[in-house]
């Protein structure tokens, strides 16, 4: 390992991302509503080993004592993200109070200790009494998105100075509306369109009102984005799948937001969007972010797959191609990330890049009271030295956020892969900084050997 702390500058954001689903538990305290990942976690055979995330990590009664850990690894800034339902339990209309003091409680404690908030304001938990209304596939949710936004910014705005709009649309309606492995379970072409239209308008419509409250708030959203090749070099049909496998994962939600319009010349499915845009959409798709977070934790080889519908594309998996990967079954390629932000470097119109999630799960054990995560901590290594890379090189990156903080329900997969920082044994609640911990906090001291 060849870096330090000081080779990235002085103003480059460090910090560790989390999401309210995946840490809070208190899924029914204090008068939340339940949210769609409450609701799908309950149907059988929906996450692996019937788990949900009722407790998780309970964060809501624990997020003092995480906070203080933030604190202890010099982490200096803290993504996370609100659960709508729990401020709007019914999505829209009232307003849950407690929720609201949650909140505030967190910002506030982050603030004491010198640690920046950065919030997400959709992470994947819809309301689910708005999915009763078709949730993602009903343009409503345009409305419904705005005065959660407002919301948002009326309590903790005027605190927090760092937000991002949504959390890899690109996940959240493929995996939910499309194929029906993540909340809300929908299956189908057009429930995913109607969806994926509506996220791509939330977007850039959750920009606008965050920029029309506040114009020195630093604005962003972040997207999946990973490196994505033809399985076999030189084979023409891998190399077209490829592409239309890329314009899929990597471009339907970038590029309309920076006024390109959907990527539906490299994937002809995607005019069928077209069904669900109004006059003036196309403008309203765009909006001028400050940052754009990249999340990166693989790459992607794709072959020709003619039984495939609309995209006649597959992903081969890292375990059928005999290479190295995470509990995930994601390739470690630790190039990913750099030819990534190689990549998003080529839109003009990105001002700056922030990597808002990079890391990975491993079966970590715990011997007498420690987890000495080799694999784990080689892997941000790797990748860490590869964004210094880009950046030297001249890509404008600024910041790098390690997914995890610690241990908790990875959706579909619940409990199982583990990514955090800090272990959490989910019985007990109790927490043991792992070695990758350790040394992310000796890089943030500069204290490296
Ligand atoms: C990302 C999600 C995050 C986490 C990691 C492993 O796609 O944003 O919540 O599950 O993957």
Redesign the pocket.
């Known amino acids: 390992m060849h870096f330090s702390k000081e080779d990235f500058g002085t103003d480059f954001k460090w910090g560790v ?1 989390t ?1 309210a689903y ?1 840490i809070e538990g208190a899924h029914d305290k204090d008068g939340k509503g339940p949210s769609i990942w409450d609701s799908f976690s309950q149907k059988k055979r929906k996450i692996t080993n019937g788990h949900n995330g009722n407790t998780a990590c309970d964060f809501y009664e624990h997020y003092s004592n995480d906070i203080a850990l933030i604190n202890e690894l010099n982490i200096p800034n803290y993504r996370f993200s609100i659960s709508w339902s729990r401020i709007l339990p019914n999505g829209t209309g009232a307003i849950n109070f407690k929720g609201i003091d949650f909140y505030n409680k967190v910002i506030d404690f982050c603030l004491e200790l010198g640690i920046e908030p950065w919030i997400t304001l959709y ?2 938990d819809l309301p689910d009494a708005l999915q009763k209304k078709g949730g993602w596939a009903n343009r409503q949710v345009i409305n419904w998105f705005s005065e959660y936004v407002h919301c948002c910014i009326k309590y903790f705005g005027d605190r927090v100075r760092h937000w991002m709009v949504l ?2 649309p690109m ?1 959240f309606t493929g995996a939910g509306y499309f194929l029906g492995v993540h909340a809300p379970g929908k299956l189908g072409l057009s429930s995913f369109l109607a969806a994926a239209h509506h996220a791509a308008m939330c977007q850039a419509e959750g920009g606008r009102i965050l920029r029309s409250f506040q114009s020195d708030y630093r604005i962003g959203t ?1 997207f ?1 984005y990973s490196d994505i090749d033809p399985l076999r070099e030189n084979h023409e049909k891998d190399r077209k799948a490829a592409i239309k496998m890329d314009a899929l994962l990597n471009r339907l939600f970038l590029e309309p937001l920076l006024g390109m319009g959907y990527p539906a010349k490299d994937l002809k499915i995607l005019q069928k969007i077209e069904r669900f845009m109004l006059d003036g959409d196309e403008q309203k798709l765009a909006f001028e972010m400050d940052f754009i977070g990249l ?1 990166n ?1 693989t790459r992607e080889k794709v072959c020709y797959a003619p039984l495939m519908p609309f995209i006649q594309a597959k992903i081969v998996k890292a375990n059928k191609r005999k290479v190295e990967h995470t509990l ?1 079954n994601w390739e470690v390629y630790p190039p990913s990330i750099y030819k990534a932000l190689k990549r998003l470097n080529t839109y003009s119109s990105i001002k700056e890049i922030l990597v808002t ?1 990079n ?1 990975a ?1 491993f079966a970590d054990q715990v011997v007498d009271n420690e987890v000495d995560d080799k694999e784990r901590l080689q892997y941000l290594q790797d990748h860490i030295a590869q964004v210094l890379q880009a950046k030297k090189e001249g890509v404008n990156v600024k910041g790098y956020f390690v ?2 903080l610690m241990d908790n329900f ?2 579909a997969e619940g409990f199982h ?1 583990r ?1 955090g920082l800090i272990h959490v044994d989910f019985a007990t609640q109790k927490r043991i900084i792992k070695s990758s911990g350790k040394w992310y906090k000796q890089l943030l001291a500069n204290q490296l050997p």
Request: net charge negative.
């Open positions: 991302s999401a995946q992470h994947w959390n890899e996940v972040t999946s999340q934790y995930m999630e890391g799960a997914w995890t990875e959706w892969p990514f």
